[in-house]
Every structure is written in C-alpha cells, then in structure tokens.
DNA sequence: CCGAACATGTAACCTGTTACATGATTAC
DNA sequence: GTAATCATGTAACAGGTTACATGTTCGG
C-alpha cells in the first residue's frame, strides 16, 4: 500500500487497462496504442504517457523490470494493488455513468439557432464525417476489450445519426 | 480582425453560446450556469470561466460594458467576429463528429474482462446510476439550446442502458 | 550504411482545478 | 445587522500538448 494516488485519471486507467488488459507492456508501446487508435481523444503524447507511468510505478500500481536483449525497453506488468486500483476505477458507477465531453452535444443546441439552409448544411456536413467515421470503424480490432470500445463509438455514432436524420425530417 | 485565438477551445465555444444564445449577460452568470448545468464536465471554475472570458474580449470576441447599477458588473455581448468563430467552432465536422471523452465507452472493454459475478454487479450499478441520471434530467429545462442539449444526453443513456442490458442478457 | 521503427525522456507552454480573497448589494 | 447572493479576481497546483533531444536496433 505505497499508493499515494487516491483516485486514477481517466488516463492513468486507460494506461493501467493498456498494460493489462492488451499485450502492450513497454512505455513505447502504450503509447502507440494511444496514438493509434481513433477512437482516445488524447494525442498519446510521450509528455503525458511518461509521467503517467512514472507515478504509476510510483505509486506501486506497476512494476517495471529490465527487458532482455540489447534494447532499453523495460517490461511493465500491473501489480495486484495495480490491479484493484484499475477495478475500482473501472467499476466507479458515478463515473462510468457520467456524460463526459462530448463534442456533438455541446453544439446540438447551437445548431438550432441557427437558420434553415446553414443548419441543412452544417448537419449533412457533420453526418458526412460520422458515415466516414463508421466506415473506418468498420475494421474489426482483433482485441476484444478495444472492439468493445469501437461497438460503442458505433452505437453512439448511429445515434447521432438518427438524431440528425430527424432534425432534417423536420426541416423539410 | 484582432483576434490571436485561431480555434476556439470548447470552453470557448461553450462561453460564446452561453453568452450568445442564452440570457447570462455577465461573467458571473456564465460561471453560474456552467456550475449548475449537471450535464457539462467542466466544474465551472472561476479560475477558468473569467481567464477565457478575458481572452475572448482580448481577441475581440466579446465586447464588455459597465452595466448601470452600483454593481461591478459587466455586460458581455459576442460580437459579430465572436459570432463568426461560434459558428465556425459549431460547424466544424472533425471536431462535431469526435466520440469526445466518453468514461462509459473507455471502460466498457474493460467490463468485458471481469468475471461473471463482478460484472454483473458493475454493470448494475451504473444501470442504476443512469436511470438515476435519466430521472433527474426529466426536469425540463425552458432554454431551448439547453434543453436539446438535454435531449441528447438522455439519449446517450438510454442506448447506454440498451447496452447494458443486452450484456447482461449475455450473461444469463 | 541508412532510414525506419524502437525506446525513453525533458522543457516550455497552455489550460483547468481548487481554494482563497475581496467587496457590494439585497432580503430578512 | 447579518447572511446570502452577486461579482470579480488571483495563486498554487495538476495534467496534457507540442516539440525537441538522444540513442539503439533491424531490414534492405
């Protein structure tokens, strides 16, 4: 119990999930993942990956030993305090239950200001992008906690696509 | 044409709409209607609502005037530059069509991995915590901008309820 | 041998958070 | 008068971003 860290980011989960949950068990190799895929809205930059995992093994959630072979890498493997640290933070409902920043609804009500023929535009616009979007979506992750995810962006992007398809049934 | 912003933050947008789009005239109120808002992420900080209300004037988004009164207060008001960045900012499709930061859809994959029994439970949990989320919602909200931002949210939980139930299904 | 990918990090910067400070006005 | 609300701000801190620095190893 040499956790100083009282509740995980939604980072410092997703790194511990990375580790455990996918093969990824170098910092370099988290990272990539991050950069990847699509679907994470942070850049997976090394400048946040780095220091998240150095207070991550700070805080004895993760274990890193020396890898064998010439390169520097270092393998991380998730303790057991590690481990219940990323269920209880997976499991918090308040949390997993809450809205999050989402884009689309932030300008859902501003889109309604605005007048007929720029809204038909910015909505066909925006359906466009999230069929481009499902499209790409569409190959299949092999690993199945990140094909859960992508299930999910899909569900939420059909969503939205009803939603628009509506607002437009109501404009015409 | 003196604005330094090139693109508007969320925060940004989101203070151009509040200002903009519904009644709150002063910083006070755009802080208040942040913090009160239970939808949005963002804890409504003075420490960020009045340095982007200042950056925003800075770049000649918002005008601001003394109000009369003995009061401090300064009437804000999006001018038609700021009114041409909130709708570039809205309209946008890359940024529109983002699945944003979403801590259901980040943890979902992870569900997936728990045993039986402790799934069922997390997954009942945050069950409850929608449904709980979805009753308070029912409160309607009288702005319009608001109240479709309402709408979709609760969309977004009903398909994640959707989700949930199909997954505990799965278990059965 | 050379470029691409592996591997790890640091520094400056920006923005949001909490917590605090200050004072005026209004309702009771 | 005094508590709540209005109104504006600052300071310390946390965390992410970009951009840079450094060196290794593998494939052709």
Redesign the pocket.
């Known amino acids: 119990m040499t956790s100083s860290i009282a509740g995980l ?4 989960g997703a790194v511990l999930s990375e580790i455990h949950h996918r093969a990824n068990r ?4 988290v ?2 993942a991050f950069q990847r895929s699509p679907s994470v ?8 990956v ?6 991550l093994i700070g805080a004895g959630l993760i274990a890193a030993t020396p890898m064998a ?6 393998a991380l493997e998730v303790t057991s305090a590690g481990i219940a640290a990323l269920t209880a933070w997976a499991c918090d409902p308040m949390r997993a239950a809450g809205v999050g920043l989402d884009p689309f609804r932030l300008r859902s009500g501003i889109w309604r200001t605005m007048p007929d023929a720029a809204r038909r535009m910015a909505l066909e616009a925006v359906a466009a992008e999230i069929r481009r979007d499902l499209a790409r979506e569409g190959a299949v992750d092999t690993d199945p906690v990140e094909r859960t995810r992508d299930e999910l962006a899909m569900r939420l992007q059909r969503t939205r696509l009803d939603w628009i398809a509506e607002e437009l049934a109501s404009l015409a």
Request: aromatic content about 10%.
């Open positions: 980011t939604e980072l410092e170098t910092a370099f190799q990272q990539r809205e942070w850049s997976g930059s090394a400048g946040a780095y220091p998240a995992i150095r207070r072979g010439g390169r520097k890498a270092q």
